[in-house]
């Protein structure tokens, strides 16, 4: 199925390269191909990982060790992505149409944008930089950081700094760019299954590579310790406060002994 | 009426030596390992003091268990779901590696590669957490015996709590041993603080567990537990708690820390409980009615009724046997010397301790009076208001009336027996001040006193037909669990990932690998790990001995000759 996708993503790539008279293969592996390896490895990789490693699927949390910069740098951060990802719900998923019918303008909703993801951006930065330095500085915390934690760690403030940079680029210090009309279409396709990568081409650079990190991001996702947000506890908000549980299964209705019979 | 049961422990606190044994054979058992240095499942404290973790009955400052909110409804102290979740990414009640105290090994290789030199090398203590040289500063047990002394006594929690008086003279008065355990509380607010659910409380036995594969790590757990009693591996980043040793008690052995107790201090059984009433019991309006409303929750296993309804609700019968004859159940209820610790807590312990009577003995022996006799005795525990006050701050949420009770009745046990040991006629007249028959008080002395293995441990098996199922029997090879090194490997991501190792399985090359490598780390060859509670001593199983070097394989290949037809591999 996959590769029916791809042919098709290379047909709809071939089309206006007609007119140009060249077909760009990198055009078709990056915008065609490359989302759709990506989300293979995200889901079976989680799949693969919550089968057969549930006991590594934690926080790993480092607070025992260091709990002061802990509290500044940790909430900032969290919070601060979590803004950052409603953001790009609004601003990916849900197409211009619809926030045009909502009677929301184009220039408005630009503004709103632009100053809530630069503010979540910057606070989501700082928060990953007091992480980072409390990482390296703090004994404890940093001979408890494994490789793969250095390489989560490489690769997240890569997408952070280049989704940053192509905001305040485009946005604050450019003339703006409507990324609505070609990155968010684009993104659609994809889940789509009619993937169209032309729609990337004429694309400002840093939001090709803050596209193409975050591709890689999500592709290390399941071995990292970035699982943990899969399981981010909101069901506490309605479960019971004391959880019972049996044993386990049992293996049937069970005859119970008679009274004169030994007990022990 | 829900009936359900309930293993519980009943410590002796007159019998406690403070030896430690019970901390000691509990850590080599379940926390041996790396990221658990710091922990004590077990742990015995002197009192006064400040206990492990320091203070950790300051609820005003970490905010552990259950308290009334405006409308008199029960609501975890450290706060409700949503500021739970609020606060998940840095626990602002988190106790820190410093409150517990930092772990530490040896730097053997020191002394075992020094050269030859005129000063004798020294083994510098290495911190566990950073791998740094250390200087060592506080431990689990670092004010062991020094209850009461000047700059620590102040910093008992509750010691602050009983008047200015009491503490001035505290010093010359007493001290005592108090061992802990998990509490398996009926009503458990680290179960309830635990975003994700693994903590659960086991309906047959009602052991509170922590679910390895669902632990994430949220860290609410151990700010929830106003006990402190669950801990966080800093390595595997899961929490750990005491698991009332469940492989032991499933067939019908006693706790660790029970079978290994020196003083015979400790008594395991069941309690029948209605667990209608739980939340009933734990909104007690008042923090001195919760003893008494913790022992109303408790039914009795001698009445038909509840014995009915127990079997309706699938306990089975000899449970309810085990019940009837469990030394919990009469230490509690039918002798009323047993207390809940800090039931102020509002999460229904269930490990109670009969508050000790050897102060007051004592004090009075020293004074040269008799102390065995009966007017003496009462007339100290009356005119003794420090240990009272004390204990009561401890066990009954500050209501001297039990703890006075419980004493009153140990000291009439005390001049009772005298009699009957020296041949003298017993005078009823004792067992009648405080309200109990002849008979009773030579039932509670032999019980408190005379108790076998077999009385002090009335341990119910988990059933036979259940037995596959039970983790620890080694009806299967026991290391062929999933992902274990009999079906292959461990995870990819080294110790902390893949399945969780069978509680077990912890042997004597972890052990070797632990304490010979340079750096705090798991060992990376864990396939030729032993589980040696499995070995029968015959035979020598491979990977329990170095290779001969003679390439003839581990010694089991070649029995010695002498050892004839007996069997030469391990049991299964």
Same mark, same amino acid.
């Given at each position: ?47 693969? &990982?919550?089968?057969?490693?549930? *006991?590594?699927? +934690? =926080? @790993?949390?480092?607070? %025992?060790?260091?709990?002061? !910069?802990?509290? $500044? ?62 990482? &390296?500085?703090?004994?404890?915390? *940093?001979?408890? +950081? =494994? @490789?793969?934690?250095? %390489?989560?760690?490489?690769? !997240?403030?890569? $997408? ?105 | ?572």
């Amino acid at each position: 199925m996959i590769s029916a996708v791809v042919v098709h993503a290379a047909r709809r790539a071939a089309e206006p390269a007609r007119d140009n008279g060249q077909a760009d293969v990198w055009e078709v592996l990056l915008w065609g191909a490359l989302p759709y390896v990506t989300i293979a490895v995200f889901v079976l990789g989680h799949y693969w &990982r919550y089968r057969y490693d549930k *006991f590594g699927w +934690t =926080t @790993r949390s480092s607070q %025992l060790y260091e709990n002061r !910069l802990l509290r $500044v740098g940790s909430p900032l951060f969290h919070f601060g992505i979590l803004v950052v990802l409603l953001g790009h719900i609004g601003g990916l998923v849900i197409p211009e149409r619809w926030t045009a019918a909502a009677g929301i303008s184009e220039h408005a909703y630009h503004l709103v944008a632009v100053v809530l993801g630069t503010v979540a951006g910057i606070c989501t930065l700082t928060g990953l930089a007091i992480l980072i330095y409390r990482r &390296r500085t703090v004994g404890p915390v *940093f001979s408890a +950081t =494994t @490789r793969n934690d250095k %390489l989560m760690y490489a690769v !997240l403030t890569l $997408v952070i700094v280049l989704g940053l940079a192509a905001t305040v680029a485009a946005n604050i210090a450019g003339g703006g760019y409507n990324y609505r009309e070609t990155v968010s279409p684009w993104f659609r396709s994809v889940f789509y299954l009619r993937p169209d990568p032309h729609l990337m081409v004429g694309v400002p650079i840093l939001f090709q590579l803050h596209a193409l990190s975050a591709l890689l991001l999500f592709a290390i996702w399941p071995f990292t310790r970035l699982v943990h947000m899969l399981t981010a506890p909101i069901g506490y908000l309605t479960r019971p406060y004391i959880v019972y549980r049996s044993r386990d299964a049992r293996l049937g209705a069970r005859a119970p002994r008679r009274g004169w019979e030994r007990t022990s | 009426m829900r009936v359900m049961a309930q293993l519980a422990m009943v410590m002796n606190l007159d019998k406690c030596i403070g030896c430690h044994t019970c901390s000691v054979t509990c850590k080599q058992a379940w926390t041996n390992r790396g990221g658990v240095e710091y922990v004590w499942f077990n742990n015995v404290e002197t009192r006064p003091g400040q206990g492990y973790p320091r203070r950790y009955e300051d609820q005003e400052t970490w905010r552990g268990g259950w308290t009334l909110n405006r409308r008199g409804r029960l609501t975890l102290k450290g706060g409700g779901r949503w500021r739970k979740l609020l606060t998940i990414f840095a626990n602002p009640r988190l106790p820190s590696i410093d409150d517990y105290y930092e772990p530490w090994t040896y730097d053997y290789d020191t002394l075992t590669n020094a050269p030859l030199q005129e000063h004798t090398p020294v083994a510098r203590p290495r911190s566990l957490i950073s791998g740094r040289d250390m200087k060592i500063s506080w431990s689990a047990n670092w004010d062991d015996d020094l209850g009461g002394s000047p700059g620590l006594a102040d910093r008992d929690v509750v010691l602050g709590q009983v008047s200015e008086k009491v503490r001035l003279e505290f010093e010359q008065t007493f001290m005592f041993y108090l061992p802990r355990i998990c509490e398996h509380c009926l009503n458990p607010s680290c179960a309830a603080s635990c975003p994700s659910g693994a903590i659960y409380k086991r309906t047959e036995d009602g052991i509170v567990l922590v679910d390895q594969d669902r632990c994430r790590g949220w860290r609410m757990c151990v700010t929830g537990c106003p006990y402190k009693k669950v801990y966080f591996n800093h390595r595997t980043g899961k929490a750990e708690k005491c698991t009332f040793c469940f492989p032991r008690t499933e067939v019908g052995l006693p706790t660790v820390c029970s079978e290994t107790c020196v003083g015979r201090l400790r008594y395991i059984g069941l309690m029948l409980y209605d667990a209608d009433r739980v939340l009933e019991a734990a909104t007690t309006p008042d923090d001195t009615g919760l003893y008494e409303a913790q022992r109303e929750v408790f039914l009795d296993p001698h009445d038909p009724r509840v014995a009915a309804e127990a079997e309706r609700a699938g306990i089975p019968r000899d449970w309810i046997e085990a019940a009837r004859r469990s030394p919990v159940h009469a230490l509690i209820n039918t002798y009323r010397v047993a207390l809940p610790l800090h039931p102020e807590y509002r999460t229904l312990p269930m490990v109670w301790y009969i508050p000790p009577l050897s102060p007051v003995v004592d004090v009075v022996r020293d004074t040269g009076h008799d102390a065995e006799n009966p007017g003496n005795l009462f007339a100290a525990i009356d005119a003794l208001r420090i240990p009272v006050d004390y204990l009561a701050r401890l066990f009954t949420a500050g209501d001297p009336a039990p703890v006075d009770a419980v004493l009153r009745r140990l000291a009439a046990m005390r001049s009772y027996m005298r009699d009957i040991n020296l041949g003298h006629d017993p005078d009823e007249g004792i067992p009648d001040k405080v309200g109990m028959t002849g008979e009773q008080m030579y039932d509670m002395y032999r019980l408190l006193a005379l108790a076998k293995y077999d009385e002090r441990y009335v341990i119910p098996p988990a059933h036979a037909e259940q037995a596959h199922q039970l983790e620890e029997l080694a009806t299967e090879c026991s290391l062929d669990y999933e992902g274990g090194p009999g079906m292959g490997g461990w995870g990819p991501f080294g110790e902390s990932s893949g399945g969780a190792a069978p509680v077990a399985v912890e042997n004597f090359h972890m052990l070797q690998q632990r304490q010979t490598a340079d750096r705090p780390s798991g060992p990376s060859d864990k396939r030729t790990r032993v589980n040696l509670l499995n070995w029968d001593g015959k035979g020598a199983p491979e990977g329990l001995f170095p290779p001969r070097p003679d390439g003839a394989g581990p010694g089991g290949a070649n029995p010695p000759a002498d050892s004839g037809a007996a069997e030469t591999e391990p049991k299964p």
